[in-house]
T-cell receptor, first 111, second 116 residues
């Protein structure tokens, strides 16, 4: 069974603080995606990382793909209430049509 | 551009009833899929389709049927609802296969189903 472990499951912090969310697996992925989901809506793609060691930035969000392409992290600098949501990671394996999903990190940023 | 449209948004069923969750996309995507989302378990794939007339099972297909007669529509049928099927259901589509690098998934806004 292929697993993608996401941590922490829940995080509540004050506006302005920094945070990091992790996705870890024993499987090697051809690519890994990060989605954000707001209440009552479907997940929306934030970024896709493909190359081992790759770093992508999206304003205050920094995404990194591990060198071995087994893990990834999402770092948010100076979190804002608008960052509140459920963050999901999903890994793709070329030989399989099915994405491997993490269970999600529920993030709450308090003003 | 509507994207992926799911109906209904909410539904309550009694055990044993059947129903169809509707999903339509207007992006001419070949790949469509159904997921269920339960607390602490992430998204689990129920069924998927790589094109009209082609469907296949995902991780949790039991109790659900699908068909794909057109590129646009991919309905999910619950044959005899059970309390274990209480969940939020999401339909997703992509241009290519299953959310790979060149083909991110586009999700609908979900159907919240309660089976009593």
């Amino acid at each position: 069974t292929q697993l993608l472990e996401q941590s922490p499951q829940f995080l509540s912090i004050q506006e302005g603080e920094n945070l990091t969310v992790y996705c870890n697996s024993s499987s090697v992925f051809s690519s890994l995606q990060w989605y954000r989901q707001e209440p009552g809506e479907g997940p929306v793609l934030l970024v896709t990382v493909v190359t081992g060691g790759e770093v992508k930035k999206l304003k205050r969000l920094t995404f990194q793909f591990g060198d071995a392409r087994k893990d990834s992290s999402l770092h948010i600098t100076a979190a804002q209430p608008g960052d509140t949501g459920l963050y999901l990671c999903a890994g793709a394996i070329d030989s399989n049509y099915q994405l491997i999903w993490g269970a999600g990190t529920k993030l709450i940023i308090k003003p | 551009n509507a994207g992926v449209t799911q109906t209904p948004k909410f539904q309550v069923l009694k055990t044993g009833q059947s129903m169809t969750l509707q999903c339509a996309q207007d992006m001419n995507h070949e790949y469509m899929s159904w997921y269920r989302q339960d607390p602490g378990m992430g998204l689990r794939l129920i069924h998927y389709s790589v094109g009209a007339g082609i469907t296949d099972q995902g991780e949790v297909p039991n109790g659900y049927n699908v068909s794909r007669s057109t590129t646009e529509d991919f309905p999910l049928r619950l044959l005899s609802a059970a309390p274990s099927q209480t969940s939020v259901y999401f339909c997703a589509s992509s241009y290519g296969l299953g959310g790979t690098y060149n083909s991110p998934l586009h999700f609908g806004n979900g159907t919240r189903l309660t089976v009593t």
